[in-house]
């Protein structure tokens, strides 16, 4: 499983059969999520309008997200 489309951050993600879930930033990875962090993340980012930007906060890249022209 992998998301996301709805802007041009740069983020992707991919859902593990573990439960985990690995973020990506420009192909990097960014951060893995484990445990209940992957599960909220999961539950959050699922049909979320604004999946790029709840990348960007797991991530610690809030000031994309705060730069991206659609949140200025």
């Known amino acids: ?3 996301s489309d ?3 951050l740069g983020f992707s993600y991919r859902a593990t059969k573990r439960g985990g879930v690995f973020v990506h930033h420009r192909g990097h ?8 962090a992957a599960a909220d993340f999961l539950l959050e980012v ?3 309008d604004a999946q790029q930007q709840i990348m960007a906060r797991v ?3 809030e000031r994309l997200a705060k730069k991206h022209p659609r949140n200025r």
């Not at 990875?29 to 209940?36: D, I, P, V, Y």
Request: aromatic residues 0%; hydrophobic residues 35%.
């Open 1 to 3: 499983m992998s998301g």
């Open 6 to 8: 709805d802007g041009d």
């Open 29 to 36: 990875l960014a951060t893995a999520l484990r445990g209940a």
């Open 46 to 48: 699922d049909g979320a």
């Open 59 to 61: 991530t610690g890249n």
